[in-house]
Nanobody, 125 residues
Framework: VQLQASGGGLVQVGGSLRLSCIASVDTFSRYVMGWFRQAPGKEREFVAAVGRRNGPTDYADAVKGRFTISRDNAKNTVYLQMNSLNAEDTAVYYC???????????????????WGQGTLVTVSS
């Protein structure tokens, strides 16, 4: 499985971005998809995850109500819509995939087998 993330960039505080991650795999719908991020000087952290049929979804507390994860299995793509961005959202964002995850493990990066290369989001004031 190869994952290619895109959509990062520079945005002002309060702005929006949509990240995309396309998977090179024949059976995309088998995989739970997640987004993680790593801010400068910090460890990588869970952002959001989505189940195999565009649901259910889980979010980190820091992004609830502002970010929305979704997927389009016909396009082998998972999205992260990010609204009301603030400086604390500045990070490299990674998409990840795993076929065997149970929901209680979605937040834990060590359970994901496949990772994209990351896309940088910079929120400026």
């Amino acid at each position: 499985v190869q994952l290619q993330a895109s959509g990062g960039g520079l945005v002002q505080v309060g702005g929006s971005l949509r990240l995309s991650c396309i998977a090179s795999v024949d059976t995309f719908s088998r995989y739970v998809m997640g987004w993680f991020r790593q801010a400068p000087g910090k460890e990588r952290e869970f952002v959001a995850a989505v189940g195999r049929r565009n649901g259910p979804t889980d979010y980190a507390d820091a992004v609830k109500g502002r970010f929305t994860i979704s997927r389009d299995n016909a396009k082998n793509t998972v999205y992260l819509q990010m609204n009301s961005l603030n400086a604390e959202d500045t990070a490299v964002y990674y998409c990840a995939a795993d076929a065997g995850l149970i929901r209680s493990s979605w937040y834990d990066e060590k359970h994901y087998d496949y990772w994209g290369q990351g896309t940088l989001v910079t929120v400026s004031s």
